[in-house]
């Protein structure tokens, strides 16, 4: 199984760790507290610690202040050792060069593997193309690949659609750029001079999809969009991220029904700590989840943004021990999204 977190404070203005080790450590243990700290995981923390694997989602800076403090920010993250960053993308290539600034700084200077977002919506088949070379030839070779919303301002029936026209389409475009990119090698037969064969340790990229456990805020039936994943799955996707979610159950019964379905590539749950009122119900509107109703009022009854802090984290900690013990995947991941 795999979780993705995301955790905002993680970006603040502590100081850097001295070295890697300490704060990895430091890490380890907050993922056994955040594990612990839900009572349904409790019997697991009794026997031996229990390491959860995350990774990180960061958004490119949009301030001169918040590009000043990025490297710093990305090198305390690396520190606590995430299986990769993901670096968003603005809608209809409106971050290009933000995002690329950020995944280049990742892929330079840390140990950590960079995932770059990539949409499709309202881009050519040319400009598809033009822009994944870009990323490859920048070094980039894993990807989260989505269909993507039109930009702000326009409605899903206001903007051309483009060439692709799902994210399966884009995965299948990324898979055929690298191949054009990395051809087929020869390599000789032992003992046959004149015989060969093709080289098959080719660099491949890593390809993720999105997946909806309360379905697409377009289309909220359950079937049509695990259909969609197989698509995806079988148009190469490696693993599924989730959209965030709320209730470890929505989660656990979607992977249920799309391991029923045929579906066998990890499916990460995405999981937010979430730490104001305001930003919950935005975030709920905007995903077109439902409120959960005892975080909304903790939060709202808190006094301090500290006290608020503290709410957001504990819940997504419980969230994720509730997510880790359905036990519905093989090893645990959390991918911790910004809010």
């Known amino acids: 199984m795999s979780l993705v977190f995301v955790a905002p404070r993680f970006l603040g203005g502590a100081k850097r760790q001295p070295s890697p080790a300490p704060a990895r450590d430091a890490a380890r243990r907050m993922s056994l507290d955040l594990a612990c700290s839900g009572a349904v995981y409790a019997r697991s923390c009794d026997r031996k610690p229990v390491v959860i694997p995350f990774s990180f989602e960061l958004y490119p800076p949009r301030t001169a202040a918040g590009e000043r403090a990025l490297p710093q920010a990305i090198d305390r993250l690396a520190a606590v050792g995430p299986d990769f960053m993901s670096v968003t993308y603005g809608a209809n290539g409106s971050s290009r060069e933000s995002s690329l600034g950020v995944l280049r700084y990742i892929l330079e200077n840390t140990n950590v593997q960079p995932m770059a977002h990539l949409t499709c919506v309202g881009s050519s088949y040319a400009e598809a193309n033009q822009l994944i070379r870009q990323f490859l030839d920048a070094g980039i070779t894993s990807f989260l690949a989505l269909r993507g919303d039109p930009p702000q301002g326009f409605g899903v029936d206001e903007f051309p659609l483009g060439d692709l026209g799902s994210a399966g389409e884009l995965v299948q475009l990324i898979h055929r750029v690298q191949a054009e990119r990395v051809p087929y090698t020869e390599v000789r037969l ?150």
């Open 190 to 339: 032992p003992g046959l001079p004149r015989a060969a064969q093709v080289n098959q340790r080719r660099e491949k990229v890593r390809v993720a999809v999105a997946a909806f456990p309360n379905g697409h805020p377009r289309s909220r039936l359950a079937g049509p969009h695990i259909d969609a994943l197989l698509a995806k799955e079988a148009a190469g996707a490696d693993l599924a991220i989730t959209q965030l979610f709320f209730v470890a159950d929505d989660y656990l019964r979607f992977v249920d029904r799309a391991r029923a379905a045929g579906v066998r590539i990890p499916i990460i749950p995405g999981i937010m700590p979430v730490t104001s009122a305001a930003r919950l119900l935005r975030i709920a509107e905007l995903a077109e989840e439902r409120v959960p109703a005892a975080l909304l009022a903790a939060l709202e009854g808190s006094e301090s943004e500290s006290e608020r802090f503290a709410v957001g984290v504990d819940a997504a900690a419980e969230l994720a021990a509730a997510v880790v013990l359905g036990g519905r995947a093989g090893h645990p991941l959390v991918h911790i999204q910004p809010t």
